[in-house]
């Protein structure tokens, strides 16, 4: 398992295919906070959004912040949530806006995996509940759209030494998910067997 | 008596404002040696980098004075009222709700909660009927023990109830148990508390599951045929590899406390209640006479 640094927005998609499932990351550069609410605005109500989502890092966020003035805010506590619920998003997401990474906790289903690989894309697997450290790896709030939908508005964040993040599926295919599920299951049939 | 009873709610208020936050930030001692613990067996690659990156966040909260998660919650309270305690629990609960909201808007904190239906947010983690509270009365006393345990939803999403035969009996629980948990995956934030109710009702089940997991990391149920549950399913649980954040490991859960009732001749009802890694909670005691002692372990 290699550890590697990748800055977002991604222009060669090189950056996305060398990277493993179980493979350790570290992200420099920009993040976009994205969440149910915004992800339903976009494709369930056609609203286009209004930030370039090219090569960009999405991340699964509702972040918690202290309103400075008009369209600016200071982080407080911003964290990560399920990802699952929001999967059926990810084809659109890669297909339409070119969005090359989907970061959140849990891990998406299997059906990920297939869109992810056509579309050179992977999912990171952050540590959910670990806001506080995530915090501190957030330089600065620098954009925000569709206030409205607070706190699921579109986020745009600098970010340093974003991590540690664990490929969770990546763009050949393969997810950690997938294959812990597959043990489980196979384990499970033992146990019930000596219950 | 009317004065008595405004200071009463008052200090009630004073503690939920303060339980809150504190619930929020620090996180209670037998968590973190649950938390260091895992840390020791994890064998797993990744499982280690969760563990390691989730005991340095820990300690960022406090060096930085943050919050442990974002997730605020949805504020959950447990209260054990004396019989004697000059303060209705209508009043109890109103003053519960008023610290909520305060703590909410003074932080400030991230406001979770929405209206059901047209999930609109309803400003300040109060609502209808929230925030929710669980009673219990205690008979010759006069205090009030409140506990909070703010309730992050990507653990309270993972609940599960099966209404078993009793022609499945222990058997029929450990399967349930085992294959919530492992369907559940890394979505709840493990390694965490599994709380398993048993017994009573499909409801009350389901409560007994929310007051297992607010009990500190490893208690046992008193009854020895209950621990036993509590242990088997502990080593069982820890055999499916799941691992921190499902991203496959040794360590799956940091402690099961299972919680029962009788029940009826024909049900065998099972629910299960997730706590993610950062179980929060936090303990006051409210004396008759308004004063306050606060317990961050109880």
Known sequence: MATHEVTFPVTDPAEILKLRAGDEVIVQGHVIGIRDRTQIRIFDQGVEPPMDLTGAFLLHTAPGVRKLGPGRYEKICIGTTTSARMVRFTEGLGAQYGVRAICGKGGFPDEAIEPMQRLGMVYFAIVGGAAALETTQIEEIEEVAWEELMPECLWKFRVKDFGPLTVGIDAHGGSLYRDVQARAHQKLEEIYARL | ?298
């Open chain 2, 1 to 298: 008596m009317s004065v008595v009873a405004t200071d009463l709610s008052q200090a009630v208020e004073d503690a939920a404002a303060h339980l809150y936050v504190w619930a929020l930030k620090d996180i209670p001692q037998d968590l973190r040696d649950a938390l260091a613990d895992a840390a020791g067996k994890e064998t797993s690659v990744t499982g280690q980098r969760v563990l390691q990156t989730i005991l340095r966040n820990v300690n960022v909260a406090e060096e930085e004075k943050n919050l442990v998660c974002q997730d605020t919650g949805l504020a959950v309270y447990y209260c054990s009222v004396g019989e004697h305690f000059p303060l209705h629990p209508a009043r109890i609960y109103a003053a519960l709700k008023e610290g909520t909201e305060r703590a909410t808007v003074d932080h400030p904190l991230r406001s979770n909660t929405v209206h059901t239906l047209t999930r609109e947010n309803t400003g300040h983690n109060v609502g209808f009927r929230v925030p929710i509270v669980h009673w219990d009365f205690v008979p010759d006393w006069d205090g009030l023990d409140v506990k909070c345990v703010p309730k992050g939803s990507g653990s309270e999403n993972m609940s599960f109830l099966k209404m078993c035969v009793p022609a499945d009996g222990v058997t029929g629980i450990k399967k349930f148990v085992l294959e919530s948990i492992v369907g559940a995956g890394g979505k709840p934030c493990p390694p965490g508390i599994v709380g398993v109710g048993i017994g009573g009702s499909a409801d009350y089940a389901m409560h007994l599951a929310k007051e297992a997991i607010a009990r500190p990391v490893g208690t046992r149920n008193p009854d020895p045929l209950v621990a036993e549950l509590e242990d088997d399913l502990y080593e069982l649980l820890n055999e499916t590899g799941i691992g921190p954040m499902g991203l496959g490991g040794d360590v799956t859960v940091l402690s099961v406390h299972v919680e029962n009732a009788d029940t009826h001749m024909t049900l065998n009802p099972v629910a299960v209640n997730y706590q993610c890694w950062a179980a929060r909670r936090a303990s006051a005691h409210v004396a008759a006479d308004g004063s306050i002692t606060y317990e961050r372990d109880a």
